[in-house]
């Protein structure tokens, strides 16, 4: 489940950048990159990786891909996916380039990054982050950041005052929280630093996420089907392992020993992971996600709202149908006297969902389309409240247990996620732990016949000077 917490980012000094405290061991800072057109993303990919893996003239893939690499004290796995706007007419070619990104970056990923070209903002940039969020649902947004790429030599605050001026790109930030970042291609070939300010701003947004990486029922499923065809692939593995084993207990002894089986089955483990990601791939469903648009400001008829669950509708603070609605900057929308109240009562300007903090307290205005689209939903709502007051209790305590169940469900599948990942840890800590047992006793034996040996020419020297 994705994180909503927030807090100030705290800058740090850039010369101190240290390993992100929430990756441990071998794990990997996993980044999911789109891009509208172009070689945007995948110039990004490269800066981010500290490598080349794609040509500076790329343009365009046919289907998601995943790189890794070691850089900028961790281990990165960054997975980009094709230009979406040659999707947009394809729902089953969209959903398939989906699928592969989800398995590729499961269990999921700690920043989504949208890529553009400062020169190549226009009104369907929108409409691009709109099928993103349509596949993976809204709360996606809250590990997403823009990223405007460019070669130019002006200064940061000429360029940050040309887009902010961008009418499209001012709505495309209120849809992402308003993080972004200007990326210099030209400056970041020159210089490390560009990348690792990227880098650090990343870090900074994963700590308001509360060191947690982006899932959801999607990610879940797609981790437990992926482990599901690891564990059936090593079985029929085994005797294939089984001999190899022994070829390296009969080449090598000691360290050298535990290194070659260490790698040996990191091979096999990488390889069998990256047949199940795509198998399962083929095979994962896709539910898409009904997110309420209107509270971005956009239009939306009433056929569609007939669609959609009464919740989207509703006042977080007051649980009822919005009254005069407004928009934060963060793109949560309240009740107007329902969130003035609630400022005024806990003395803060902060929005109360995401605890996102306002320097100043923002110039609300009443959401006309929001307004329009709830209006239009009071008139066609087949049941009014005053109408009956027993049925719609009965359906909102339904409701409420089966979010419940479907809590214990997620927890439920996240501890036996964690007791299977336990026990894989056990079993290759022991077969490590044997094979180092199984090399000393090899070497003590040896040791002892060495001196056994020894012993006996001196007993055998000892007697032919008495003869």
């Given amino acids: 489940m994705a994180s909503n917490e927030r807090s100030q980012p705290k800058r740090r000094r850039k010369s101190s950048m240290e390993e992100p405290p929430y990756l441990s061991g071998d794990a990997e800072f996993r980044v999911l990159l789109f891009g509208r057109s172009g070689r945007s993303q995948f110039s990004l990919a490269n800066f981010i990786l500290g490598t080349d893996v794609f040509s500076d003239e790329l343009c365009h893939i046919t289907e998601s891909q995943r790189h890794r690499s070691e850089a900028f004290e961790r281990k990165l796995a960054v997975v980009n996916t094709p230009n979406l706007s040659e999707y947009q007419a394809s729902q089953k070619e969209l959903r398939r380039v989906f699928k592969l990104s989800v398995c590729m970056s499961s269990p999921g990923p700690y ?5 553009f070209d400062l020169n190549n903002i226009s009104p369907s940039a929108a409409s691009i982050l709109e099928l993103v969020t349509k596949h993976f649902g809204d709360s996606i947004l809250n590990h997403m950041m823009v990223v405007v790429c ?8 000429a ?59 999607q990610y879940q499923e797609a981790e437990e089907r992926i482990q ?17 084993r022994k070829e390296l207990e009969s080449r090598y002894t000691g360290e050298g020993l535990v290194k070659e089986l260490l790698q040996f089955e990191t091979g096999i483990r990488v390889e069998n992971r990256a047949t199940a990601e795509r198998k399962i791939s083929e095979v994962l469903g896709f539910t898409l996600t009904a997110v ?13 709202i007939s669609l959609v669950s009464e919740r989207h ?7 009822d149908i919005f009254s005069s609605p407004v928009t934060t900057p963060c793109g949560h929308s309240f009740c107007q006297d ?29 959401n006309r389309i929001l307004a329009d689209v709830c209006d239009n939903y009071r008139k066609t709502r087949p049941e009014s409240p005053e109408e009956s007051h027993d049925t719609p209790q009965v359906v909102d305590i339904d409701q409420m247990i089966q979010e419940r169940l479907k809590k214990v469900d997620r927890l439920r599948h996240s501890l036996q996620l964690l007791k299977n990942s336990c026990v894989r840890e056990v079993r290759e800590s022991q077969k490590v732990f044997s094979a180092l047992v199984s090399s000393m006793e090899k070497s003590h034996k040896a040791v002892v016949a060495a001196i056994e040996e ?14």
């Fill in 150 to 157: 460019h070669v130019e030599e002006k200064e940061d605050s």
């Fill in 292 to 304: 309420d648009y209107a509270a971005a400001g956009m239009a939306s008829t009433i056929s569609t």
């Fill in 313 to 319: 509708f509703l006042c977080p603070l007051c649980k």
């Fill in 111 to 115: 920043v989504v990054l949208f890529a």
């Fill in 454 to 467: 020894r012993q006996g020419e001196e007993e055998v020297c000892k007697c032919t000077v008495i003869l």
């Fill in 159 to 217: 360029l940050e005052e040309k887009v902010q001026t961008n009418r499209d790109f001012r709505e495309l930030l209120e849809k992402c929280g308003r993080r972004y970042h200007l990326f210099n291609e030209r400056k970041a070939r020159r210089d490390e630093k560009v990348s690792r300010q990227l880098l650090e701003k990343m870090d900074d947004m994963v700590r308001e996420n509360g060191c947690r990486f982006y899932s959801d029922h």
């Fill in 338 to 366: 329902c969130l003035c109240g609630y400022w005024t009562r806990h003395r803060s300007d902060y929005c109360p969902l995401c605890k996102r903090l306002f320097h100043s307290r923002p110039d609300l205005s009443i």
């Fill in 228 to 244: 599901k065809e690891e564990r059936f692939m090593m079985k029929g593995r085994k005797k294939e392992m089984l001999t190899k």
